[in-house]
């Protein structure tokens, strides 16, 4: 044994040899783009014109789909994806747990003859009936009522997932219960954005425009993750049990020379990076910018933004391509917030808009005043709701692993505030003023701001410390961690758009109809929400200490935790934004609370248990053998008449019983059972993670005191450097 295992890891690390190339590389992405996906192109070709019209009107407008439709479009699908070598469809949904869950079909059924037929009704697209009794639903189902369904989200096109061994054709849908209730993550998406179109669409009347789309939410999120090869994955039970390294004692080398940052691409994640882009382009995911990032082992990928609905699929998506494809380049890719104490964690950073074809995206400043007097509106709709509910922004990124992150000076503080830039805070202070003093001239819209400079469509200074900053054309929400599913953020700014928006077009309809100048109206609509709500915005530095002490005299909220963060989903305030633009009802919201106290709790204790074992089963043996070689030494040393010097043996069995002690401190914290799943969630926040930092503080000095020949985990300079 001793340090077998990692001599090992690192012998096939030295050896690796590229995975020989698969196939024809010769097409261009332009080719394979969407090659795998029933895309709209692929319909039109496959279906007759008025059932393409029937559902592109489902896609485009929510209207509803007709039955005789779906059989037509269920037909046409069945052969494309036959064609495209599927002996399988499935129908993939998205579960509490934020993962991605799948239930395979064959076509095939048996015709009575012994023969088989291949069989896919209009019905079997629309619906699916998985036996769904072992996902979490925070308590909307009973046991006995076990039964979920899937139905075809429309709006998502369906796509061929390729095996060696076959090809399966995949149907994202929607997951409710009996009842109807959301028992997923993308009813809830689709219902926000319906209510948040209603609203948009009352502002965009408002402003004179008759012609009017569906608004919808965009969405581009930047995924940042680790790549380290998989000999030195599977040497760590800690990161194949909690994606994370519970121990490790830092690199004598970490990220302080910043040379990993925007580096060469090294060749072996080069190789990565080109194959997991043609998988997603063939899925019709537009992969677009690649580069380091700041850790070593460090990298980030994104792909153009999309509609939010979509974007959130392909999101999921991106996350299991990039895993797949990173284990056949002998890589384990690591998606959690927080794989490496002491370097950089990894988020997820989502860029939103709002918009349609007809008037564009609505947070672009645009060059004339009116356009920017309608910017201006909807930008103050996102300040308003950022201040209102920047608490439940806060609850949507909280997990076990992102805990890790926010907050850790990298990323985000966990203080939700908004960063506008120079230029637009500007303009803003001048709207809290009663706007500039120019007189108005005629047929011009005067807000007190169209006398102002035209609104720089990209404006130069970036701030990296805020959670949502503005961007030139959209906002950045960079709290969201790296593993997680951007549907909950999704959803939450989308409703909370819906609301602002709601109350905007109230106020003005209202006074538009009590005889009061449109320009005035908005002018005071601005002049109202900065006043009220400006205290949200921050142009500052994020990470530094004054800005905790100034936010707290500003009254926002900071929750350090997940177990501060999720009650925020429990307040009257939460229940009633749901329920009002029929988002969440209270249990669907009730059960999501419970759900996500749970995994919290669960992940916890299954990083408390794995701690426990690796500490036990690996460390303490590996010390105990190396205090006796110490004590062996010293005996002979003495016998033949040469006082030893004791100093490391006697260092190595303090710290040996510091982690003997922490040990069974941390094993007795393990028996608790609390009486609700929020104080099982608040016991491992506040007694099971110290407990496991107290045995990581032992077990990281060992380290550096363990002679290297008998240390059995791979080190960090292993795994972050070694690729
Ligand atoms: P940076 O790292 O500088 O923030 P990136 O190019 O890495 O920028 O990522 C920017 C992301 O924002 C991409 O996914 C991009 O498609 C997305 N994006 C760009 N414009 C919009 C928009 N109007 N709405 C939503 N997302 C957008
Ligand atoms: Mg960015």
């Not at 009936?129 to 189902?141: I, K």
């Not at 599977?234 to 994370?244: K, N, Q, S, T």
């Not at 329920?579 to 919201?589: M, Q």
């Amino acid at each position: 044994m001793g340090n077998a295992a990692r001599m090992a890891a690192i012998a096939a690390v030295a050896s690796y040899t590229p995975p020989a190339l698969d196939g024809d590389r010769s097409e261009t992405p332009g080719e394979l783009f969407g090659t795998n996906v029933f895309s709209r192109s692929e319909m039109q070709k496959r279906l007759p014109k008025s059932v393409f019209k029937n559902l592109s009107a489902t896609i485009e407008r929510s209207q509803p789909l007709d039955a005789t439709v779906a059989d037509v479009v269920a037909s046409a699908m069945k052969e494309w994806a036959i064609e495209k070598g599927a002996s399988h469809y499935a129908h993939v949904f998205y579960p509490l747990t934020g993962l991605t869950a799948e239930k395979h079909d064959s076509f095939l059924d048996p015709d009575g003859a012994g023969a088989s037929i291949a069989e896919f009704a209009g019905k079997t697209l629309i619906q699916g009936e998985p036996d769904a009794s072992s996902f979490p639903n925070g308590g909307l189902r009973q046991t006995f009522e076990a039964r979920g369904y899937t139905a075809w989200d429309v709006t998502s096109p369906a796509y061929i997932l390729e095996n060696p061994n076959g090809n399966t054709l995949c149907i994202p849908t929607v997951f409710i219960s009996w009842t109807g209730e959301a028992l997923d993550k993308k009813t809830p998406l689709l219902r926000s954005q319906q209510a948040m179109s209603k609203q948009a669409e009352r502002v965009l009347r408002l402003f004179g425009h008759t012609e009017i789309d569906s608004v919808v939410a965009f969405a581009g999120a930047e995924q940042e993750y680790f790549l380290i090869d998989k000999s030195f994955f599977f040497a760590r039970p800690d990161l194949i049990a909690a994606g994370r390294t519970l121990f490790g004692a830092p690199a004598p080398k970490g990220q302080e020379f910043d040379d990993h940052y925007f580096g060469a691409i090294p060749e072996r994640v080069l190789g990565f990076m080109l194959d997991a882009e043609r998988e997603l382009f063939k899925l019709g995911i537009p992969a677009k910018t690649r580069h380091n990032e700041v850790a070593p082992g460090q990298f980030e990928i994104a792909p153009v933004f999309e509609r939010a609905n979509v974007a959130t699929d392909h999101q999921q998506l991106l996350m299991v391509t990039l895993r797949r494809v990173a284990a056949k380049h002998g890589m384990e890719c690591l998606l959690h917030e927080k794989p490496f104490a002491g370097v950089n964690g990894s988020g997820k950073h989502v860029n939103f808009s709002l918009g349609n074809a007809s008037q564009g995206n609505l947070l672009n400043p645009g060059d004339t005043p009116h356009e920017n007097a309608q910017f201006l509106v909807f930008c103050a709709a996102v300040i308003r709701s950022v201040h209102l509910h920047g608490g439940l922004l806060r609850s949507v990124v909280a997990s076990a692993s992102n805990d890790h992150r926010l907050g850790a000076n990298e990323a985000p503080p966990a203080i939700i505030s908004i960063f506008l830039g120079e230029q637009l805070a500007d303009v803003f202070d001048q709207v809290a003023k009663g706007g500039a003093t120019a007189s108005k001239e005629k047929g011009t819209l005067i807000i007190g701001v169209d006398t102002l400079p035209e609104l720089p469509s990209d404006p130069g200074d970036r701030n990296r410390t805020s959670p949502f900053a503005f961007t030139g054309n959209r906002f950045e929400f960079r709290a969201p961690g790296s593993s997680q599913s951007i549907a909950g953020p999704m959803i939450a700014i989308t409703t909370i758009m819906a609301e602002s928006l709601d109350f905007i077009a109230t106020e003005l309809e209202t006074a538009v109809e009590a005889g009061v100048d449109f320009n005035e109206a908005v002018q005071k609509v601005l002049e109202g929400i900065i006043t009220e709500h400006g205290a949200a915005v921050f142009n500052g530095d994020g990470y530094s200490e004054d800005w905790q002490v100034e936010a707290a005299a500003r009254g926002l909220k900071n929750l350090r935790t997940t177990v501060d963060a999720l009650p925020e989903l429990d307040t009257p305030e939460t229940k009633a934004l749901f329920a009002k633009y029929g988002v969440l009802n209270e249990r669907e919201l009730a059960s999501r609370y419970e759900v996500y106290l749970e995994q919290y709790d669960l992940s916890v204790s299954v990083e408390a248990r794995s701690t426990l074992e690796v500490a036990k089963t690996v460390v303490v043996p590996a010390a105990i053998r190396y205090q006796g070689e110490l004590a062996a030494t010293a005996g002979s040393l003495k016998a033949i008449g040469i006082d030893p010097d004791l100093a490391l043996l006697e260092s190595v069995t303090a710290t040996l019983g510091e982690l003997t002690a922490a040990i069974s401190t941390l094993e007795s914290a393990l028996g608790h059972e609390a009486d609700s799943t929020y104080a099982e969630a608040e016991y491992g926040c506040s007694t099971l993670l110290p407990a496991m930092s107290a045995v990581r503080g032992a077990v990281d000095e060992l380290e550096a005191k363990v002679a290297d020949d008998l240390w059995p985990l791979p080190t960090y300079q292993e795994m972050l450097f070694l690729l």
